[in-house]
């Protein structure tokens, strides 16, 4: 095996970017989030990444490569996607407004790190209409830092790569001046109904193949009050959903197996639903709308609609809605968002179904990031391989912790209007559940 190389996540939330490019070979060396949960959250699931809760605004790249502990190495690729609210398109030089800060910060990190390579992740609209012009700015600006991007650039749908949901972003691939620019991974799935007459791919995972051995989360009352119970699992499991559960070491590609229990089911807490809402969900067709609640009801045999994070408190905590399981009237759970999001079972999110929905819609489906992280590792011919290193996931409570609790935590101020939802979620039988699951935690300050 080749060294593995080295990748920093910015605007890293849970984790999806960090665990595809972990799982195409990376070593993710830092990641940087101003969510205290999300960062909480990402140093469970990665306890080897250097986590730095804060803005990457006037973060300089020595101070990151001080807090990874890589000294003068190599930073072969650093990725993210700066949050998509409010770009301005006002005047010449639009990377100029301080609404477009983050993405100027972005390209200013990229090159004070003197990274190889470059992923930029974002919404496909800044493709459309007059964010075009915000586009071709950003990618003269990574020109003025030295940097070569991919023409023409491309917007990807994780559907055609092994994720069961239509979710649509645009990737800017690039590199230093003088170093190769990565190609755009080839599709690699496609519906049923595309098979014909484009070449034999393997199809699109279904909503059924994602969920159809996970139970029925409302046969368990604990699921009232905690997010976790002992399970052992039902049904037959589908190629996907036995990927998810690490049933081989396949599963893991070229990541760190984690010690886990995979008896434990995770993500599951119930929701409530009224009588009348559930006669609302069991007559709509899947595939279709509920005109009440204009929730989406699943496809068992296509996929899921994007799923989505919804605002955060600064902007209304509003919760973007979670689809109609196909098979039960209710709402589906974290976990099976999680599924349909290509999250492994061992991936733990925020107990509440509040902040752990808005870590998965906010996130890069893993098998996504993977496959654009394939194409980069490539492109730096480094053949990569299985570690042997097995990683202990974090102490529990990182997933548990309020807003106030994770900025003491990090030792941070606050950065949005606390909202705690707990829900009873500190019960005892959750701390049993957990209790002997091994645990690590390293903090970065």
């Not at 072969?76 to 639009?94: A, E, H």
């Not at 080839?186 to 595309?194: I, M």
């Not at 604990?222 to 990927?243: A, H, I, K, P």
Request: charged residues 25%; contains cysteine; aromatic residues 8%.
């Amino acid at each position: 095996m080749d060294r593995r190389p080295i990748g920093i996540d910015l605007f890293a939330g849970a984790g999806g970017m960090s665990l595809g490019f972990e799982q195409a070979g990376f070593d993710i060396a830092a990641a940087v989030e101003i969510d205290p949960i999300h960062a909480a959250v990402h140093h469970f699931n990665f306890p080897e990444t250097a986590v730095l809760a804060r803005s990457i605004v006037g973060l300089t790249g020595q101070e990151l490569r001080e807090c990874a502990g890589i000294g003068r190495q190599t930073v072969d690729v650093v990725f993210g996607g700066p949050p998509c609210q409010g770009f301005s398109l006002m005047g010449n030089r639009m990377l100029d407004d301080a609404r477009n800060q983050l993405v100027k910060e972005f390209v200013r990190l990229v090159a004070e790190l003197g990274a190889k390579m470059f992923v930029f992740e974002n919404v496909k609209g800044l493709t459309i209409g007059k964010h075009r012009m915000f586009l071709d700015s950003l990618i003269e600006a990574f020109g003025d830092e030295g940097y070569r991007v991919h023409i023409p650039w491309k917007v990807l749908n994780a559907m055609n790569f092994g994720v069961p949901q239509d979710r649509q972003r645009l990737f800017l691939l690039g590199s230093k001046k003088g170093v190769p620019v990565p190609d755009y991974p080839q599709e690699s799935s496609t519906t049923e109904n595309e098979l014909f007459g484009r070449g034999w791919k393997k199809p699109t995972p279904t909503c059924h193949n994602a969920l159809a051995d996970l139970p029925d989360v409302e046969l368990w009352d604990e699921l009232m009050t905690s997010d976790s119970m002992v399970y052992r699992g039902v049904g037959v499991l589908s190629d996907y959903s036995r990927e998810l559960r690490c049933a081989s070491d396949d599963a893991w590609h070229f990541g760190y197996i984690r010690d886990w229990r995979p008896d434990i089911l995770t993500s599951s807490m119930r929701t409530v639903h009224t009588d009348i809402s559930r006669k609302r969900f069991a007559t709509t067709k899947e595939g279709e709308i509920e005109p009440i609640s204009r929730f989406f009801k699943l496809p068992r045999n296509g996929v899921s609609n994007t799923l989505r994070a919804g605002t955060d408190s600064a902007r209304g905590a509003f919760t973007s809605p979670r689809p109609i399981h196909f098979a039960f009237p209710r709402c589906i759970t974290v976990r099976e968002m999680a599924r349909l999001h290509g999250y492994p079972d061992w991936f733990r999110f925020h107990v509440t179904k509040w902040h752990g929905a808005r870590q998965i819609g906010n996130s890069v489906p893993p098998p996504l990031a993977r496959a654009v992280a394939i194409a980069v590792i490539q492109c730096l011919g480094i053949v990569p391989g299985r570690p042997a290193q097995r990683v202990a996931l974090g102490r529990p409570e990182l997933l548990s912790m309020d807003m106030g609790e994770a900025a003491e935590y990090w030792k941070v101020p606050v950065p949005i209007a606390r909202r705690d939802r707990k829900n009873g979620l500190h019960n005892r039988k959750q701390s049993e559940i957990e209790a002997s699951a091994p645990t690590a935690m390293r903090r970065v300050s």
